[in-house]
């Protein structure tokens, strides 16, 4: 195992792998995974994060643009490896494998080929090993990319904006992930329930919040990442918050989710 040695604070370790999925749009997938990871690199381990959306948002939240030439559409049809396709970042010990809008033609044609929900799996197996955390971008829906995503995946992570119509959706994100781990992924668990966008004043937010606790109990981080103005202009810098203002509340709360997560192994 010494090839683990240099992943992280904890020295020797295994790759995990976290799928950031929700398939309710605008939730805070996309800004969970850019800061998470990021946060998780500065603190040392070694991290890749995957963009699976074709809206290409958190390649563009970390300063790459939506055409590079690599991405994760070049590696889901075989023509490129994921180490091909992997660039740095600005950030010390992250890395990203970019999307780009040609990924939306995978949910035609993923399909038709046999076993392709394994392809990430696979494509992945090379750099298991390579990286402490890897993080993956789920697109707002359940198709056949968030599929690959999760048959890769060790844990799911879902971020859940403390709003009305908040749990709605989550019984069949839920019942979802129970059947890719029957019928393909048994490795897979519920990493956590992340509130986002939290505002701690309404009185909707905190009654959202008493919900989800009683709904599922110790499936949630203990942190609340807030609404917060510096979270949402950050990727018009191309920058995670750590970056863009580390002493706004939100970077705090970035922060203290990635210590959860890093504690978690
Ligand atoms: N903590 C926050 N405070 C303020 N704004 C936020 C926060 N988190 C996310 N946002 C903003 O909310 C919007 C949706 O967030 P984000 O893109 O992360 O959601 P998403 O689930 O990835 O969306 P999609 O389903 O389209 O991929 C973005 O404009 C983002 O900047
Ligand atoms: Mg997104």
Do not use: W
Request: aromatic fraction near 6%; hydrophobic fraction near 40%; charged fraction near 20%.
């Amino acid at each position: 195992m010494e090839a683990h040695e240099n992943l992280g604070p904890n020295g020797p370790a295994q790759t995990t792998i976290y799928a950031i999925a929700n398939q309710k749009g605008g939730v805070g997938k996309t800004t969970t995974a850019v800061n998470l990871a990021a946060c998780v690199a500065e603190a040392g381990y070694k991290t890749l994060l995957i963009d699976i959306d074709p809206q290409a948002n958190a390649t563009v939240g970390l300063g790459h643009s939506k055409t590079e030439n690599h991405t994760i559409y070049e590696v889901l049809v075989g023509d490129s490896t994921l180490e091909q396709a992997t660039l740095s970042t600005n950030i010390t010990n992250l890395s990203i494998v970019p999307s780009t809008p040609d990924l939306a033609g995978a949910n035609v044609e993923l399909p038709r080929i046999a076993g392709s929900e394994f392809i990430l799996r696979e494509a992945l197996e090379p750099l298991r090993g390579e990286y402490r955390f890897i993080f993956f971008d789920c697109p707002p829906s359940l198709g056949p990319l968030t599929i690959n995503a999760l048959a890769a995946a060790d844990r799911v992570i879902v971020p859940v904006q403390t709003e009305y119509y908040a749990l709605e959706g989550l019984a069949d994100l839920l019942d979802t992930v129970g059947l890719i781990q029957k019928e393909l992924n048994p490795r897979l668990t519920i990493g956590g329930l992340v509130m986002t966008m939290h505002d701690g004043r309404t009185r909707l937010a905190t009654d959202v919040e008493d919900e989800l606790r009683k709904h599922f109990p110790g499936l949630l981080f203990n942190s609340v990442i807030p609404r917060n103005v510096r979270v949402a202009e950050a990727p018009s810098f191309g920058k995670p918050v750590t970056h863009h203002d580390p002493h706004s509340a939100g970077a705090g709360a970035y922060f203290e989710l990635a210590k959860e997560v890093a504690l978690r192994g």
